[in-house]
């Protein structure tokens, strides 16, 4: 495939994927999937939820960074270039939309109705996702402990998110260091 007719595709898969994912981070994991994976078959789940993992661990918007990995992996520079404009253009011209029109809209009882459905759909897409990539990623007794451990961190409050990820981190290198030591 041409370079240039590749980035077109990032840049359209990334465009529709941020026109049509409310809620972002998690949210959008299932039409990232849907794209990427079973429209273009540009990768596979597991290198997805790596590509994810690095986006989560890293700061800046999830889906901005996930645009940005996978457009790089797979075009480089100019890839990972399309894909962020791609995934963010549609919220920038939403969102300027919305600040014009803002003091007209705010005082609506039907658009407060459909942000209370949306925000409703958004747990549920939500759930689904973690659902999918827990059927993945999880696929261990030890893998479900972690995965435990960081659901109560994670809703406890008490510790940011980048913690949890490199508690999980260390948990899987002890793991691979106690592996190590019963393979001698």
Known sequence: MQKRSQLWQLFAAFFRIGLFTFGGGLAMLPMIEREVIERHGWTDREEILDIYAMAQSVPGVIAANTAIFLGNRLCGFWGAVVSLVGVVLPSLIIITLIAIF??????????????????????????????????????????????LGAFLLSISGYLNVIFVIILGGLAGYLQYRAKGAQAE
């Open 102 to 147: 803002f003091d007209r809209i705010k005082a609506s009882s039907v658009i407060a109705a459909a942000f209370e459905g949306i925000r409703a759909a958004v747990v549920g897409l939500i759930a689904a996702a973690a659902v999918r990539v827990g059927r993945t990623a999880v696929t261990s007794r030890f893998a479900f402990a972690v995965c």
